[in-house]
Structure formats: structure tokens, C-alpha cells
């Protein structure tokens, strides 16, 4: 099991270029998100799905997009990339909450960005 | 609305001494309590968790955690520390009447093991 992995591990974007971040797992988790750490501040969920097809935002959505085509995938899209995007980037999957010691979040290695 | 405070920025403690890195929460409904530490230029690793039953919680690399419902806290605890156990420390916490994995985390505490 290669657990929860992300590409790339790090990326300089200019102004208002765009990108993907790449998150896949393979556990079979239905549920996926995706947080940004920013120093000082801890995680902060972008948005969340309980499963394929089904995305929904978490506390800060806006510069960002999300799709759910697999169980597998849950990539996220930075359209016009402004410089308070710069952060670190954390995919994490879990199996459904309500399932008590099922339900522990697993994390990726992290995406560095850089926006200039 | 749930939330989650980590009071300390920093805990030095020298090797072999024991360790706390303290947590409060606050949840309307039962608290489902996370601990995980992050290492330099990694992702976050699980430590631990309380959601029913005993009070105690044992968890990976001998840490253990207390969850006490009338100080509404969740401190981690180990007995005898490791200099190789520094590192970044986050606690988090969801309602347990939330529909949603939603995970609310602390902004970290820093572990600093001296020699």
C-alpha cells in the first residue's frame, strides 16, 4: 500500500498561471480532502468528498476547484494563481465518519507552492 | 462551531524527562479527539485518537493522551521523552453529531527534545 500520494512535490507558479495538484490513494477511502498549512495557522480544509462525484467546500474554498471522477483521485485546480496561495498543500482520505475507529484521516507527503 | 487550542507555541523538555503538549477543545455534541505529529518536510502522521470508552488513550511511539469531558481537554503525554520526538504536534477535533469528517485543528505546538 502506497497509503496517500501526491504530485508534485514542489512547484513555483507565476501570477495568474494555472495548475493541478494530484492527490491518489489507494485504501479504498471514500472520503477525501484537501487542507493548506500555512505557518502559525494549522490545516485548513479547501474542500472535502464523500465520494465519487460528490465534492462539497470546506473553510476556505475560493481560488480553488475540485473534482471526483474515481475513488482513487481527488485532484485540485488553482485557476489564476495569486500569491496568497502560497502554502503547503496536504491530500488525506479516510473511510466514512459515524464508523469510530475507522475513521482516521491519512495524510500525503505534501505539495509545496509558490506563487510569485 | 467547533474548535481546538493548543495554548503553546514551543515545549523544550530534556531527554528522558517526561513530556505534555496540551489540547481544549470545544464541541456542542461528543468530541471525536485527534493527535498527530508532523515531521520536517513530511505529512501529517496519525498518533492517536479517543472516541468512546476509556479515558486513556495509548497510541504510537509510547505517547498516550487523557481525554478529561469536565476540563474539555485532550493532553498528550509520554513518559520518558526522545530527542527523536521532535517535531510539530497537532491536535484536532470533530463533533461526533457532525454529518462530515470535518476536522478542526489546532495551530500546533512545537516539541523541542535537548540532550
Known amino acids: 500500500n502506497a497509503g496517500v500520494t501526491q504530485t508534485p512535490k514542489f512547484r513555483i507558479l507565476k501570477i495568474g498561471q494555472s495548475m493541478t495538484l494530484q492527490c491518489t490513494q489507494d485504501?479504498?477511502?471514500?472520503?477525501m480532502y484537501w487542507y493548506r498549512q500555512d505557518p502559525g495557522m494549522g490545516l485548513k480544509l479547501i474542500y472535502y468528498s464523500v465520494g465519487a462525484g460528490i465534492t462539497d467546500k470546506g473553510e476556505v474554498p475560493n481560488g480553488y476547484n475540485v473534482s471526483r471522477s474515481t475513488t482513487e483521485d481527488f485532484p485540485l485546480r488553482l485557476e489564476l494563481a495569486a500569491p496568497s496561495q502560497t502554502s503547503v498543500y496536504f491530500c488525506?482520505?479516510?473511510?466514512?465518519?459515524?464508523?469510530?475507529?475507522?475513521?482516521?484521516?491519512?495524510f500525503g507527503p505534501g505539495t509545496r507552492l509558490l506563487v510569485l | 462551531a467547533q474548535s481546538v487550542a493548543q495554548p503553546e507555541d514551543q515545549v523544550n523538555v530534556a531527554e528522558g524527562n517526561p513530556l505534555t503538549v496540551k489540547c481544549t477543545y470545544s464541541v456542542s455534541g461528543n468530541p471525536y479527539l485527534f493527535w498527530y505529529v508532523q515531521y520536517p518536510n513530511r505529512g501529517l502522521q496519525f498518533l492517536l485518537k479517543?472516541?468512546?470508552?476509556?479515558?486513556l488513550v495509548k497510541g504510537s511511539y509510547g505517547f498516550e493522551a487523557e481525554f478529561n469531558k469536565s476540563q474539555t481537554s485532550f493532553h498528550l503525554k509520554k513518559p520518558s521523552a526522545l530527542v527523536s520526538d521532535s517535531a510539530l504536534y497537532f491536535c484536532?477535533?470533530?463533533?461526533?453529531?457532525?454529518?462530515?469528517?470535518?476536522?478542526?485543528f489546532g495551530t500546533g505546538t512545537r516539541l523541542q527534545v535537548t540532550l
Open positions: 479517543y472516541i468512546t470508552g476509556d479515558n
Open positions: 484536532a477535533v470533530r463533533d461526533g453529531a457532525g454529518t462530515a469528517s470535518k476536522l478542526t
Open positions: 488525506a482520505s479516510s473511510y466514512s465518519p459515524g464508523q469510530g475507529t475507522r475513521e482516521t484521516q491519512y
Open positions: 485504501m479504498n477511502h471514500n472520503y
